[in-house]
């Protein structure tokens, strides 16, 4: 990944998803929640040292810290 990862954004700022590096399962299970390359989420709260709190389509997510390791946003 050459980009900046949805674990460096600050909270309350608003970002693109460019790209998910992950397992085809988990690639899925994040676009059913709408988490896919061109979605449009804003980082709730990205400081708890276990979960990011994002926002997409109205709706909050709460990720396991691996993951927004995983997700190129712009």
């Known amino acids: 990944m050459q980009g900046m990862t949805l ?3 600050p909270n309350g700022k608003s970002v693109d998803i460019v790209a998910v590096s992950m ?3 988990s690639v899925i299970r994040l676009s059913s929640l709408g ?3 061109g979605a449009r989420i804003r980082v ?5 040292p276990k979960v990011s709190v994002i ?3 109205g709706a909050r997510w709460a990720l396991g810290r691996g993951v927004p390791d ?3 946003v712009r």
């Open 7 to 9: 674990s460096n954004v």
């Open 23 to 25: 397992g085809e399962g």
């Open 35 to 37: 988490l896919f390359p």
């Open 44 to 48: 709730v709260c990205n400081s708890t």
């Open 55 to 57: 926002e997409c389509l």
């Open 70 to 72: 995983f997700i190129e």
